[in-house]
Nanobody
Framework: QVQLVESGGGLVQPGGSLRLSCAAS????????MAWFRQAPGKQRELVAS???????NYVDSVKGRFAISRGDAKNWLYLQMNSLKPEDTAVYYC?????????????WGQGTQVTVSS
């Protein structure tokens, strides 16, 4: 089992920056890929950015050039640096991880952290 806890959300003005953190605990050795998702009110949850065990990253078009995903050296931390924030970035942001185990793919979610971009 893997437990994920996000932090770093809050209220920020348009154009501002925030850094989200996700602490992973438990069977972190089994983690393969990690990602950040977000869900705005009335909308479906969407993938924002992902990073593989090898460090390959991928971003949704709307955040390219503004957000950066990274993992800590010990692989038990996940970060999302968010710059040039826009009101449309307002959402609950969720940390995600998966593990490929003999029984199949296991997925894990954090509880979410609120990001509000408003003047």
């Amino acid at each position: 089992q893997v437990q994920l806890v996000e932090s770093g959300g809050g209220l920020v003005q348009p154009g501002g920056s925030l850094r989200l953190s996700c602490a992973a605990s438990g069977s972190i050795f089994s983690i393969s890929a990690m990602a950040w998702f977000r869900q705005a009110p009335g909308k479906q949850r969407e993938l924002v950015a992902s990073i593989t065990g090898g460090g390959n990253t991928n971003y949704v078009d709307s955040v390219k050039g503004r957000f950066a995903i990274s993992r800590g050296d010990a692989k038990n931390w996940l970060y999302l640096q968010m710059n040039s924030l826009k009101p449309e970035d307002t959402a609950v942001y969720y940390c995600y991880a998966n593990s490929v185990l003999p029984g199949g793919l296991h997925t894990y979610w954090g509880q979410g952290t609120q990001v509000t971009v408003s003047s």
